[in-house]
């Protein structure tokens, strides 16, 4: 979620090949509300041939590995990181106007196999 679009998300993979600005990356939106706003269910469902981005139990991008520039790399364990980021080359640096301090609400994060 960029700050300055509130009404869309990207799912995005990164590895060898597909990184920084050219990484692997699907954008869905919203036309009559926002994700700043209530909360929402985001899910990523991973196997060891493809990866499923979810909002709201709405798939909007599968990735396998014939999607990608470069090596599959999503068949060993990974880690999950949740942040906020103010700044930088993707979404631009901050203005005077930009609201602090800023937040991230989560209600839960659940992993399975």
Do not use: C
Not at 34 to 51: G, K, N, P
Not at 69 to 84: C, K, Q, R, S
């Amino acid at each position: 979620l960029r700050g300055q679009e509130p009404n869309i998300i990207n799912g995005t993979v990164h590895g060898p090949g597909y990184s920084g600005g050219a990484a692997i990356t699907q954008s869905f939106g919203f036309t009559d509300k926002r994700f700043d706003t209530d909360y929402h269910l985001f899910a990523v469902e991973w196997t060891e041939s493809s990866i499923d981005f979810f909002v709201d139990d709405v798939l909007y991008q599968r990735i396998t590995p014939g999607d990608l520039t470069g090596e599959w790399v999503y068949d060993a364990p990974f880690f999950i990181i949740l942040n906020v980021a103010v700044g930088g080359n993707y979404v631009g640096f901050p203005v005077p106007q930009t609201p602090f301090p800023q937040t991230m609400s989560v209600d839960y994060v659940r992993v399975y196999r």
